[in-house]
């Protein structure tokens, strides 16, 4: 295996011993590191702290921390984040550049291309206008991207399709927004639908085998 994904905020679908949130975020392993990256914090730190110590993931080892877009529904528990570990990575899309006085210990990363973070870890590059956006995309050893998304509010099928110039997509996992043009999905194996995602109960008839019900509390190994 080369990561682990673990659903640690969500707000449509949660399980026993973990909390509800509006928000998304996602806590990844990295087996060619041996290191934790969080993929945006949701909006309460009640909810991702317990979430993440669910786990049994202690907040101080988390290395590198991406966020996908400046919504508080992503961002809302960073500041909580940061005072429990300062010395983060912090991986923003380029224009945020109050972050980085914000957050004056961490190491504040902009970025607006695509890049290489971490050893087969990716910032898609930014997509967007009035909401300016990046992915997270995750190299496998089988040289193929899980995609892991925030809101896409920039159309998940920009994502799909920059990607796809690079390598194949396995997986996506995040919020696809009001996203309805299906035919980008066709060949990717799971289709994790979660979060603003409007449309899941078509894109799950249009996919029955590859879609998959995203919970707080889901691990997922790719």
């Known amino acids: 295996m080369s990561f682990d994904v673990k659903i640690v905020f969500d707000n449509k679908c949660v399980k026993e011993g973990f909390l509800p949130g509006f928000g998304f975020s996602a806590l990844i392993y990295s087996h060619f590191t041996n290191s934790y990256l969080l993929f945006d914090t949701g909006e309460e730190s009640r909810v991702l702290f317990h979430n993440i110590q669910h786990f049994e993931v202690p907040l101080a080892i988390i290395e590198n921390v991406v966020i996908s877009h400046n919504h508080h529904d992503h961002i809302g528990a960073l500041g909580d984040f940061y005072s429990q570990n ?123 085998n590859e879609y998959k019900k995203i919970c707080v509390g889901d691990s997922y190994s790719f």
């Open 86 to 208: 300062s010395h983060v990575n912090l991986y923003v899309p380029d224009g945020l550049d109050n972050y980085i006085y914000q957050f004056p210990e961490a190491r504040v990363h902009l970025f607006k291309e695509y890049t290489e973070v971490s050893q087969n870890i990716y910032v898609s590059g930014l997509f967007g206008s009035s909401v300016k956006e990046q992915a997270l995309l995750l190299k496998t050893k089988e040289n193929a991207f899980v995609m892991i998304v925030g809101c896409t509010h920039p159309g998940l099928e920009n994502f799909i399709i920059e990607a796809k110039k690079k390598l194949p997509i396995k997986a996506i996992i995040g919020g696809f927004h009001g996203f309805r043009k299906y035919s980008y999905l066709k060949g990717i194996e799971f289709i994790g639908a979660c979060h603003c995602t409007l449309f899941s109960e078509d894109i799950k008839k249009r996919f029955p």
